[in-house]
């Protein structure tokens, strides 16, 4: 990842009153969300690093700490400490809840994942209402709308600040499409299944040489990739290393925009890709309207859970 230098954080941090903070949930400290620490304290745009969990992040944040890069981490843990943790944030990275089992689908952690999602964006909407705030929690088609109606309900809402972050589907699109690094693959939708819309005809560099039938393997192994892993542990986990990757990729976007320097990113909802600036979400690079109807159920499902009484 690379972007402007510490010192024009500096600046940035000057004109805004204010240090970058990025804040990183996880109602577990799952495998991935350790490495996704470790990228964020890596990142040069990263000043201050708070770090929340219920419990033991205070030792995750002193491990971290001890890297020499320029950002400052500090470990909260406990409901008590959450505003603390909070304050101040201009980037708040969700993983919160459970990670995907042998058999499970995205759907089958909502009712665990969602109502913390939904205490968490109430605490968003009073420490910190003008964040980015990048959703990972799954199933993200419906927590999403549940951070959105909370915010909502709190007036806080900024449609270009609240992302489902969807960037694992982009890296996996670009592995399987040219098992290179250098190529670009659009991937639009959702983040679950059939509402992953990996667009290869808009491919670049473009290959002539892909058949339907190539395209159709290539667009369901990008859709079925969370289950790919998940098997292939054996029960053991589900994807971490290149979920903290692409975590960290789209934090780093974030923080590349806020520091005046837009980047193009794909994330759930806007079926599209989005240039990323100071306000958020400041441009949305359209498609056309490619809604699915799997998605659109999701969509709906989150928003009745979050206006549930």
């Not at 759930?268 to 056309?288: H, I, M, P």
């Amino acid at each position: 990842m690379q972007g402007p230098s510490k010192t024009f954080v500096n600046l940035i941090a000057y004109h805004t009153t204010r240090t970058r903070r990025l804040h990183s949930q996880s109602a577990r400290w799952r495998s991935w969300v350790q490495p996704l620490a470790l990228l964020m304290k890596l990142d040069p745009l990263v000043s201050s690093l708070s770090l929340y969990d219920i419990a033991n992040t205070p030792g995750v944040a002193a491990d971290v700490s001890h890297i020499n890069s320029p950002a400052q981490v500090e470990g909260y843990a406990g409901e008590e400490q959450l505003g603390k943790a909070l304050e101040g944030s201009d980037v708040v990275i969700i993983p919160a809840g459970v990670p995907r089992k042998p058999g499970m689908t995205r759907d089958d952690l909502f009712n665990i994942n969602a109502g913390i999602v939904k205490s968490l964006c109430t605490a968003i909407a009073n420490y910190c209402p003008h964040a980015l705030v990048n959703m990972i929690s799954n199933p993200v088609n419906s927590t999403v709308p549940i951070a959105a109606e909370v915010f909502k309900k709190a007036g806080t809402y900024d449609e270009k600040k609240l992302f489902g972050v969807t960037t694992l589907d982009v890296v996996r699109a670009k592995t399987f499409y040219a098992a290179k690094a250098n190529v670009n693959v659009p991937v639009i939708g959702g983040h679950a299944g059939v509402t992953i819309l990996p667009l290869f005809s808009q491919a670049t560099p473009k290959s002539n040489n892909l058949s339907d039938e190539e395209i159709k393997a290539l667009t369901k192994r990008t859709q079925d990739g969370g289950t790919e892993v998940v098997e292939a542990k054996a029960g053991k986990g589900s994807a971490t290393l290149s979920m903290a990757y692409a975590g960290a990729v789209f934090a780093d976007a974030c923080l590349m925009g806020l520091n005046g320097v837009p980047d193009i990113v794909e994330c759930t909802f806007v079926q599209s890709s989005v240039r990323l600036g100071k306000n958020g979400a400041d441009e949305v690079l359209g498609l056309g309207p490619l809604l699915k109807p799997e998605l659109k159920a999701s969509i709906e499902k989150g928003i009745q859970f979050a206006n549930r009484s």
